[in-house]
T-cell receptor, first 114, second 115 residues
Framework: QKEVEQNSGPLSVPEGAIASLNCTYS??????FFWYRQYSGKSPELIMS????GDKEDGRFTAQLNKASQYVSLLIRDSQPSDSATYLC??????????????FGKGTKLSVKP | KAGVTQTPRYLIKTRGQQVTLSCSPI?????VSWYQQTPGQGLQFLFE???????NKGNFPGRFSGRQFSNSRSEMNVSTLELGDSALYLC??????????????FGPGTRLTVL
């Protein structure tokens, strides 16, 4: 059973701080990784995708990938109260019955305090 | 560009009934995936359709089925509803022919309540 693990939180950071969200995955062959943001009562919104080892930056968001350690993270700089949401890590399965599927972690709830 | 649309947004059914949910992908997207989201299990993959063919299937019972039409619109059907089927059903579309760098974009979801 392919798994994606996230700390459920809640993760609480003050406004303006850096929020660090982490995710580990079990499928060593996975090549595609995604971060989604989900506000309460809404559907997930794609905020970052990453396919290669290293960092990928988009505005205040930086995704980091380390395939050897099977670890992907999301940094949110200058956190704002509007960033308060659940962040879902998704990994595309590489082999067997999971091939092609997006496998989601259960999400980390982030709370940014003004 | 219009996003993914799902209808209906809310449904209330009773046990034993069946339900059909509809999804229209982003224009130009040929892949449609369906997910079930519950507080306990999180987001779980149901199935994916590409060019009217089921390309991938998750670990759900046969009561859950789907199809895709030539215009890429998709429907999913749940027969003999159970209380545990109460969930948010999400549809996501993507455009890539292969999986390598295929981003999925979600619709607003259909909230199904089974009484």
């Amino acid at each position: 059973q392919k798994e994606v693990e996230q700390n459920s939180g809640p993760l609480s950071v003050p406004e303006g701080a850096i929020a660090s969200l982490n995710c580990t995955y079990s499928d060593r062959g996975s090549q595609s990784f995604f971060w989604y943001r989900q506000y309460s009562g809404k559907s997930p919104e794609l905020i970052m995708s990453i396919y290669s080892n290293g960092d990928k930056e988009d505005g205040r968001f930086t995704a980091q990938l380390n395939k050897a350690s099977q670890y992907v993270s999301l940094l949110i700089r200058d956190s704002q109260p509007s960033d308060s949401a659940t962040y879902l890590c998704a990994v595309r399965g590489a082999y067997g019955g999971s091939q092609g599927n997006l496998i989601f972690g259960k999400g980390t709830k982030l709370s940014v305090k003004p | 560009k219009a996003g993914v649309t799902q209808t209906p947004r809310y449904l209330i059914k009773t046990r034993g009934q069946q339900v059909t949910l509809s999804c229209s992908p982003i224009s130009g997207h040929r892949s449609v995936s369906w997910y079930q989201q519950t507080p306990g299990q999180g987001l779980q993959f149901l199935f994916e359709y590409f060019s009217e063919t089921q390309r991938n299937k998750g670990n759900f019972p046969g009561r859950f089925s789907g199809r895709q039409f030539s215009n890429s619109r998709s429907e999913m059907n749940v027969s003999t509803l159970e209380l545990g089927d109460s969930a948010l059903y999400l549809c996501a579309s993507s455009k890539a022919l292969d999986y390598t760098e295929s981003e999925q974009f979600f619709g607003p979801g259909t909230r199904l309540t089974v009484l």
